[in-house]
T-cell receptor, first 113, second 110 residues
Framework: NAGVTQTPKFQVLKTGQSMTLQCAQDMNHNSMYWYRQDPGMGLRLIYYSASEGTTDKGEVPNGYNVSRLNKREFSLRLESAAPSQTSVYFC????????????FGPGTRLTVT | AQRVTQPEKLLSVFKGAPVELKCNYSYSGSPELFWYVQYSRQRLQLLLRHISRESIKGFTADLNKGETSFHLKKPFAQEEDSAMYYCALSVGNSGYALNFGKGTSLLVTP
């Protein structure tokens, strides 16, 4: 099993460009999440999908959109990238429920110039 | 509001010394707490969760509801323990997403 995969690994964008970060999991998990990791800030939740067909905003959703394409895939889109979106983005998945482990992808390092 | 605080950005200890990484939380309900670890060039992974009451790689963490703490401890640190450690709280809203502390970088020197 690959677990949680993310593409691309690295990306450089110019301000105003758009892109989509892809995430897929092969563990038949119900819940999927997008976090961003900034130095000194820990990980913060951008969007989540508690189950297939549902998505909701997290702590820092501005400037992002998501799509839960099916149970496996959960994409994050930046419509008009800004330098403040320079970060490392992590996708995670879980069976769902408070006590369950979240499994993380390897991350996408995004730089917006 | 729920919040997780890790007061130390960096903790440096010698190999064989005890280590304690501090975590305090604020949450009005019954907390579900985790420690996640990120080794260099590896993805974030679960180290332990309070509900399991287990010891992983020699690490333990006890939930102290009176002090609202979930400190991570190990009696004898090893060089391979050097990593970034995150304390996290799972709450019922946000689809059981994790609310992370800012992390503590542990450096174990020989």
């Amino acid at each position: 099993n690959a677990g949680v995969t993310q593409t691309p690994k690295f990306q450089v964008l110019k301000t105003g460009q758009s892109m989509t970060l892809q995430c897929a999991q092969d563990m038949n998990h119900n819940s999927m999440y997008w976090y961003r990791q900034d130095p000194g800030m820990g990980l913060r939740l951008i969007y989540y999908s508690a189950s297939e067909g549902t998505t909701d905003k997290g702590e820092v959703p501005n400037g992002y959109n998501v799509s839960r394409l099916n149970k496996r895939e959960f994409s994050l889109r930046l419509e008009s990238a800004a330098p403040s979106q320079t970060s490392v983005y992590f996708c995670a998945s879980s069976v769902g429920g408070r006590s369950y482990e979240q499994y993380f992808g390897p991350g996408t390092r995004l730089t917006v110039t | 509001a729920q919040r997780v605080t890790q007061p130390e950005k960096l903790l440096s200890v010698f190999k064989g010394a005890p280590v304690e990484l501090k975590c305090n939380y604020s949450y009005s309900g019954s907390p579900e707490l985790f420690w996640y670890v990120q080794y260099s060039r590896q993805r974030l992974q679960l180290l332990l969760r309070h509900i399991s009451r287990e010891s992983i790689k020699g690490f333990t963490a006890d939930l102290n509801k009176g002090e609202t703490s979930f400190h991570l401890k190990k009696p004898f640190a090893q060089e391979e323990d050097s990593a970034m450690y995150y304390c996290a709280l799972s709450v019922g809203n946000s689809g059981y997403a994790l609310n992370f502390g800012k992390g503590t970088s542990l450096l174990v020197t020989p």
